[in-house]
């Protein structure tokens, strides 16, 4: 859950994300370039047949598990429009997610309309972002009324808090809409249970919704999961899928809400942040305790990774990386990824459990519920700011070309 401060520097780091950039060659970039391998013809051959299988075919192989994905392509602008000649999308909420979903469909000429509190944060950024108050820009209880597609992008903490006073608002007729599996599959703690007579679906972006509005600008299309959890009208996955293209997705993933929320809450605290986040830390630490200084074990623990190794990870696979390096690198880093998967899987496993069982979500929601979450969330974030490693970090991008 982004705060409104991060809201705000990441509207930042948009706008120089989207400014033209000078090709930069750094140090970094140097290395990659001189040791790039070049793919293995088998590699080719996979790649391209995944992209021949991919367009206008909707069963893709993944690593032998053939799953259905839908996408953009089938979804000209004039059929959106026409799909949606009749709807009125209210877009509660103007977060990450409300800001790149809202815009993409004003963009895509959908009539949709934005409900937030008034005078809140949300409303002042909406109109800052051009929405009218009293023509596309409402509170959340005049939005919800003229709405037939509620889009429920209000923080998961919130959806929670306001059910109460929304629910009555959905009436038979209308679509509720959720970017998160969060809200209807802990029912238990989120006290969300669904209205039995309408369509109940999900759109989740795999990524920011700052980056749902940059790939839309460029003219791509980020990856999201779809689901339906309740299809009264016979039409709610043709309706996810619709929506899905229309806020801005590429390549659209079918899943369930369950498996959506599981894997998303499951990874975040994973892979994608918190074990990184621990790996970091730890490998920083035994670093500095044997002796290196802050730049040697900063540079050999996060700038080479993010800079280097990881990207060419997310380029072509992990095959690649290791044939991008040395053949020193290589033979240690494949002998010693073994012992880290068998020590690690354990703690994956409790992590999963607890995801499952309600433990994550439940703590996820006393925290949002405190008074004081957002001095508390600050608080934290200090802390992190003022690690050595991290204002190592800071020390090390300053000396990065593009900085210096
Ligand atoms: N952020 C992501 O990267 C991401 C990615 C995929 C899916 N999602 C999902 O998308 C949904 C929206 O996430 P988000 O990150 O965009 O949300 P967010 O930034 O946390 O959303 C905050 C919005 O909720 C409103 N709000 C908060 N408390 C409220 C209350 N008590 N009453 C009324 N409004 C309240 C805020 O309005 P005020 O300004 O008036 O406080 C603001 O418009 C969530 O279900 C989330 O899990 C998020």
């Given at each position: ?26 140090f ?5 370039a001189?040791?790039r ?34 996408e ?91 059910w ?15 970017s ?16 039995k007579d ?15 509005r ?30 899905g293209?229309?806020v ?18 499951y ?6 942040m ?17 002796g ?67 433990k ?11 008074k ?12 992190i700011?003022?690690m ?17």
């Open positions: 859950m982004a705060s409104q401060r991060s809201n705000r520097a990441l509207r930042l780091a948009l706008r120089q994300a989207t400014a033209p950039r000078v090709q930069q060659r750094t970094v970039s140097a290395v990659n001189a040791s391998p070049t793919l293995q013809p088998a590699q080719k051959a996979a790649a391209s047949a995944f992209v021949q299988q991919a367009r206008g075919a909707k069963t893709v192989d993944f690593a032998g598990d053939k799953e259905k994905v839908f953009r392509a089938d979804w000209p602008r004039e059929k959106l429009l026409e799909y949606f000649k009749n709807d009125t999308l209210a877009l509660i909420g103007y977060g990450s997610q409300g800001h790149g979903q809202g815009l993409n469909l004003r963009d895509n000429g959908l009539n949709v309309i934005i409900g937030v509190r008034k005078d809140g944060t949300s409303w002042k950024e909406a109109q800052q972002d051009g929405w009218v108050p009293g023509t596309n820009l409402f509170d959340i209880d005049e939005a919800i009324g003229k709405g037939t597609i509620i889009m429920n992008l209000l923080s998961d903490a919130a959806q929670s808090e306001t109460p006073h929304i629910k009555p608002m959905l009436t038979k007729g209308k679509t509720l809409y959720f998160h599996g969060f809200s209807p599959v802990f029912k238990d703690q989120t006290k969300v249970e669904v209205p309408i369509d109940v679906i999900l759109v989740a972006p795999k990524g920011s919704g700052r980056t749902v940059t790939l839309f600008r460029e003219g791509r299309g980020i990856n999201s999961s779809i689901a339906v959890f309740q299809d009264v009208t016979g039409k709610a996955e043709e309706k996810a899928i619709a929506l293209v229309a801005g997705s590429g390549y659209m993933y079918k899943t369930t809400f369950e498996k959506e929320v599981y894997s998303d809450l990874g975040e605290r994973g892979c994608l918190g074990g990184i986040h621990g790996m970091f830390l730890a490998q920083y630490e035994v670093l500095r305790e044997r290196h200084s802050p730049s040697e074990a900063f540079n050999e623990t996060v700038e080479e990774a993010t800079q280097s190794l990881y990207p060419l990870i997310g380029q072509n696979g992990m095959d690649y990386m290791y044939a991008a390096c040395s053949t020193t690198a290589r033979r240690g880093a494949i002998d010693w990824s073994k012992k880290f998967k068998d020590t690690l899987k354990p703690v994956f496993e409790e992590l999963y459990d607890s995801v499952k069982t309600g994550e979500t439940q703590r996820t929601m006393e925290y949002a519920g405190r004081d979450y957002r001095e508390a969330f600050e608080k934290e974030m200090e802390e700011r003022n050595e490693i991290w204002r190592a970090g800071k020390a090390v991008r300053s000396l990065r070309p593009e900085n210096a």
